[in-house]
């Protein structure tokens, strides 16, 4: 089955709410489960730093979304869940990208252009108090998305843009650099139109921006009291509701299902007090919520357990995906050893008789499958067959790396003219120089 990539970030700048946890935690959940999907969900800390300067709020609100996400059911062995900091990858690729996109493009962003009519209408200097993160922030979104061809991004409306910017960036990469073929997968922004948007306690859109939120995990008490602060109208009991026009019924219907929302429809026309009504809604919000703040309190206080999920699930992607990717995005633009041949290119100046070091490079076909070569200069090795997944691509390379090759193995054909010996011979030196470069950092470390 062709999986489909999904990429969701998550800004680490604030404390989930229940209008996250319905219209963003709760589906992206459900979705991770869908056997279709290789989803990719990450703590977006480098883009935190952009509009938070608090550095403890920072790690508190990584930890905080971390937490929150396990406690609501992802599963990190079956989902790449990762810290963006912890992927040099991606800021490496940022900087790839920053080359190739044009200052036009970026001069257009809808955030950008909003701070600078905010300084014209001021009287001030157009980019007076915009930093160069803010300007490039569309460029580091295109990283996280490219780096691992995601296919969609689930956004919303403001973002399409910098989904757009994405794909202008990635078409100008592969124009520049895309040879044989391309680079980047063009990604799609999903816009969900059936998402929930709850309603704050005042009744606007539930934001940080308005200070209405409802905390996703305060305890019950403190949950029961701000329910119960929700403004509604002044109509009486017994005198019929307008279910439709009134934000109880808004969030009880989130948490509700088909039958329970039918009769608390009926139970609003046929004049229910407004107490009993927020009652109702706190009773049905808190039956879901609170075995996930069991969760959420017990991983809080673990947050060395938390830290290992991150890290472990950085480095399988790294492995896996990241540096594989980047190191062909680095051959692409010309960052290559001195030793090494490019196509119709001038003698290498290395010593005499000493090749370049192997390297895998994986790809997707045509057909929707994911394959790999192993390759020294140009000649091909070892070619694998395809594989669902870009995942199971990875696992069989790491499994070459550490085991060695294996003739009999069906997935793995031999290049023209090649033997055995040269292949194990070729893992033999990516093995060593993986050491050589475990012992150099180790010295350095010391």
Request: aromatic share 8%; glycine share 8%; with cysteine.
């Amino acid at each position: 089955m062709q999986q489909t990539r999904v990429l969701t970030g998550i800004t680490t700048s604030g404390t989930p709410h229940l209008g996250n946890y319905v219209g963003a935690i709760r589906p992206a959940v459900a979705s991770s489960l869908r056997a279709d999907v290789e989803a990719f969900y990450f703590l977006a800390d480098y883009h935190a730093l952009i509009k938070v300067q608090d550095p403890a709020r920072v790690q508190r609100s990584t930890l905080e979304i971390a937490a929150t996400w396990l406690a609501c059911g992802l599963a990190p062995e079956q989902v790449w869940f990762y810290r963006q900091s912890d992927v040099p990858e991606i800021a490496e690729l940022n900087w790839l990208l920053t080359c190739v996109a044009g200052k036009g493009v970026l001069n257009r962003a809808h955030a950008y252009k909003a701070s600078v009519d905010k300084n014209r209408e001021a009287g001030e200097d157009d980019d007076a108090g915009i930093s160069a993160g803010l300007f490039m922030y569309p460029v580091l979104m295109a990283a996280d998305i490219l780096l691992f061809n995601a296919h969609k991004v689930p956004v919303g409306r403001d973002q399409i843009q910098h989904i757009e910017m994405a794909r202008d960036f990635a078409q100008r990469f592969n124009h520049l650099y895309g040879g044989a073929g391309e680079h980047f997968v063009l990604p799609e922004a999903v816009i969900e139109e059936q998402v929930a948007t709850l309603p704050g306690l005042d009744g606007r859109k539930m934001s940080k921006s308005y200070d209405n939120t409802i905390p996703l995990f305060c305890p019950s008490p403190e949950l029961k009291k701000l329910i119960y602060s929700i403004v509604t109208d002044s109509l009486a009991p017994g005198q019929a509701k307008d279910a439709d026009a009134s934000n109880v019924f808004q969030l009880y219907q989130a948490f509700a299902d088909a039958g329970e929302t039918a009769s608390m429809r009926q139970a609003f026309a046929d004049g229910i007090a407004w107490g009993e009504a927020k009652e109702a809604l706190f009773e049905r919000i808190d039956a879901e919520i609170a075995p996930l703040r069991e969760k959420y309190e017990s991983l809080m206080a673990r947050p060395e357990e938390i830290e290992a999920i991150l890290r472990d699930g950085a480095a399988r992607l790294r492995d896996t995906l990241a540096a594989p990717r980047l190191a062909g995005l680095r051959e692409a633009v010309g960052l290559r050893p001195l030793s090494q041949v490019p196509a119709g290119g001038s003698p290498s100046t290395a010593e005499p008789g000493k090749p370049s070091l192997p390297v895998f490079k994986q790809y997707r076909e045509g057909d929707g499958r994911f394959y790999f070569k192993l390759m020294t200069d140009e000649r091909v090795l070892l070619q694998s067959g395809g594989f669902d997944s870009p995942r199971d691509a990875g696992q069989l390379i790491a499994v070459l790396r550490r085991d060695g090759y294996a003739p009999a193995d069906p997935a793995l054909t031999l290049g023209e003219g090649v033997v055995a010996d040269e292949v194990r011979g070729a893992l033999a030196a990516l093995a060593a120089e993986d050491a050589r470069k475990a012992a150099q950092k180790a010295g350095d470390a010391r």
